[in-house]
C-alpha cells in the first residue's frame, strides 16, 4: 500500500488550513479531519485522518488511512 505524505498548515483556525500530500498543494478542500491520540491506560490507540477535496471536473478526492495499535 501506498501511503501519501501529508502536510497541514494552519495559520489562522478561521481560514482553510493548506494540505500537501507528497509535496502538491490540494486546491478546494472541503474537510480536513484529524484524530489523534496518546495510548489509554490499557495501552491502546485508534488514530485517523480524512481529507476530502474537489478534484477536476468535480470529482470527489478522498484521501484517509486509520491505524488501531495496542502498546
Do not use: C, F
Not at 32 to 47: E, M, Y
Not at 65 to 71: G, I, M, P, R, T
Request: charged share 25%; hydrophobic share 35%; proline share 3%.
Amino acid at each position: 500500500m501506498n501511503v501519501p505524505h501529508i502536510r497541514i498548515e494552519i495559520d489562522d483556525i478561521g481560514k482553510v488550513p493548506a494540505v500537501y500530500i507528497d509535496g502538491k498543494l490540494i486546491k478546494s478542500l472541503v474537510r480536513v479531519h484529524v484524530d489523534w491520540n496518546t495510548a489509554d491506560q490499557d495501552g491502546v490507540k485508534l488514530n485517523s485522518y480524512n481529507i476530502e477535496a474537489l478534484g477536476d471536473n468535480s470529482t470527489q478526492q478522498e484521501y484517509g488511512q486509520q491505524a488501531y495499535s495496542k502498546l
